[in-house]
């Protein structure tokens, strides 16, 4: 048996792997165990099926196979191998790096595995090879009942240990030497591998694989396309500006379309436009609702833009937030009150308007209405002569709020519904939030301040809240305002 290491042959080459991709190794001591499968396989093995070898060393020490379940142990040794899948053959060597550990593993398998035992049922117990190897490794093998499986555990594994048990290799797979009888050479293949030297080892499995012309597969392989090598990168440039153009076409290809989508969409709506500005006839609805609401006072139209102005009476509001509100003296209702008037004088001032109507409050609120972009409050405005007895809408001359409003003109735009979209501006004039603690605030400040005549009482006479105020306390003065 010898140590040498054989770490490669022409039967493990690249060329070699390619053609005999059906049969590998996994952490095999050195090349010559799948070198000797490939010889003896190669016209034995079925192109379907494959043989798969491998060597499992474990790192158990023996301390913690003592303190193992058997079950546990038997995981360890064996529960891997033992099924391969249809069309597999295996053969795999199982060792400790432990000769104690080794020699534990070897009296667990023998008193468990095996027919007629626990585990490994389907595999026979071969003392034949046992004895045959005794004087080389200590070791037990098993092949499987259909002849295609073996797993032989080692007390331990070593160069020599590892070339001599290639040996039997015919005895673990008898199902695939079964009809065919190794050959003379084969035979001497065998036998060296348990000689003392590699020398007649490595001379028989290169004459093997120079009677299988390995050699020429592998010159085959790597000059196979090398004299038209530069047409073939040519080619392969060629493809590859081929796919680019392809992909640059279809770009161009996907925007002219879009293209095209847009032009028949834009030429669909401009024929309707055109027919509807071909059918209009006098005044336009929205110039009609303008000359008929003689609460909106237009003021500039550029474009698709108008400028107005928008009056009415505070009609919009809630009397439950105004009532609960109303009778607290230190709240917004009465931040920044005129010096002239007492909390309890506008107090009944917001009753007799917002609670009893008795005074209806003149309001207003200027805009531009956009049928491109929507609708947007002024702030600040400078009213014109029309709005003098119209007091501004805090919220909107103060904020340029106009809440839900401008999203209620969108969707009237969207219908072409035009009346509809500047009707919100008209609405959002009436409306005042008295839960809006900022808006209410201004409205107390500039409201108890305003010498503007915007209430109105039934008869339609106007007063300015101070003169609302003394009526109201029945016309004496306790109201101080010089204005009186």
Not at 413 to 419: E, L, S, T
Request: aromatic content about 12%; overall charge negative.
């Amino acid at each position: 048996m010898f140590n040498q290491a054989i770490y490669s042959t022409t039967l493990t080459s690249d060329v070699a792997n390619t053609l005999f991709s059906n049969v590998d190794a996994i952490s095999a001591m050195d090349a010559s165990f799948l070198s000797t499968l490939r010889v003896l396989l190669h016209k034995r093995l079925p192109q379907d099926e494959y043989v798969h070898f491998n060597c499992k060393e474990l790192q158990i020490g023996k301390d913690s196979i003592v303190a193992a379940s058997t079950s546990q142990c038997m995981s360890w040794f064996a529960s891997s191998f033992l099924s391969p899948p249809a069309g597999g053959h295996e053969i795999t060597i199982v060792y400790n790096t432990s000769p104690d550990a080794g020699e534990k593993m070897l009296e667990i398998v023998k008193a468990n595995a095996g027919d007629g035992k626990r585990y490994m049922a389907n595999f026979t117990r071969r003392d034949d090879l046992q004895v045959f190897f005794a004087r080389k490794v200590k070791a037990l093998f098993y092949t499987e009942d259909t002849g295609r499986n073996a797993i032989i555990f080692a007390e331990r594994l070593e160069l020599k240990h590892f070339h001599a048990l290639q040996m039997m290799i015919p005895k673990y797979l008898p199902s695939l030497f079964a009809d065919t009888p190794l050959t003379e050479a084969e035979i001497n293949l065998l036998k060296s591998t348990g000689g003392k030297s590699a020398i007649d080892y490595e001379r028989l499995i290169e004459g093997f694989a120079r009677e299988l012309d390995i050699r020429a597969e592998i010159i085959r392989t790597r000059l196979s396309g090398f004299e038209t090598g530069f047409e073939r990168a040519r080619a392969d440039e060629l493809r590859n500006e081929i796919g680019a153009f392809q992909n640059e076409y279809e770009v161009h290809l996907s925007n002219a379309r879009e293209v095209a989508n847009k032009m028949q969409e834009r030429m669909y709506t401009l024929a309707g436009l055109e027919a509807v500005i071909q059918k209009h006839e006098g005044d336009s609805e929205l110039a009609e609702y303008f000359m008929c609401n003689k609460n909106l006072t237009i003021t500039r139209v550029v474009g698709t833009k108008i400028e107005f102005v928008a009056h009415g009476y505070v009609d919009i509001y809630d009397i439950e937030a105004f009532e609960t509100y109303v009778g607290n003296h230190r709240g917004y209702f009465y931040s920044g009150l005129s010096n002239a008037v007492s909390p309890a004088q506008m107090e009944k001032l917001y009753t007799a308007i917002f609670s009893e109507c008795k005074y209806k409050l003149r309001i207003c609120a200027a805009y531009t209405a956009d049928m491109r972009t929507g609708l947007r409050a002024f702030r600040d405005y400078v009213f014109p002569h029309e709005s003098r007895t119209y007091f501004p809408n805090p919220h909107i001359q103060g904020f340029g709020c106009i809440g839900s409003y401008g999203g209620l003109f969108q969707e009237s735009m969207q219908k072409r519904d035009y009346v509809g979209a500047i009707d919100q501006a008209v609405v959002s004039a009436r409306n005042i939030n008295f839960y809006d603690s900022a808006v209410i605030a201004a409205f107390a400040r500039d409201f108890s301040r305003t010498t503007i005549k915007c209430l109105e009482r039934p008869d339609g006479t106007l007063l300015s809240p101070k003169e609302a105020i003394k009526e109201l306390e029945g016309g004496d003065d306790e109201c101080h305002d010089p204005l009186f």
